[in-house]
């Protein structure tokens, strides 16, 4: 009867260590699932951050061409009321004035 009432103990403290080692497992899970959780956010935020640098180069050059197409126009712009202006001065349409000063 003692050896059998020994043996129920070191079977409890073994089912008792098991639950124990089992619960400590189980812990540690969670914590290697958050670390890939966090390692996959950080992952997550570097492309979002790639991805939106890469967005404002894309919109400074597309800033850049706008400005040096609007450059034109004015300069164009600008030309064409010079043009207005010299053939104001003469009183004679734009045809009449490059005819008229084509002589």
């Given at each position: 009867m003692v050896l059998q009432s020994a043996n129920v103990n070191n079977l409890a403290e073994k089912t008792e260590t098991?639950?124990?080692s089992e619960a400590a497992l189980v812990d540690k899970?969670?914590?290697v699932r958050e670390r890939l959780l966090a390692d996959e956010i950080e992952m997550d935020l570097?492309?979002?951050k790639e991805r939106l640098?890469?967005?404002?180069i894309d919109l400074v050059k597309a800033l850049a061409r706008m400005k040096e197409w609007l450059l034109e126009v004015v300069l164009e712009d600008q030309l064409?009321?010079?043009r207005l202006d010299l053939c104001k001065s003469c009183n004679l349409s734009h045809h009449q004035?490059?005819?008229h000063h084509s002589d």
């Open positions: 098991i639950r124990r899970m969670a914590l570097a492309l979002v640098l890469a967005a404002v064409e009321l010079e004035h490059k005819m």
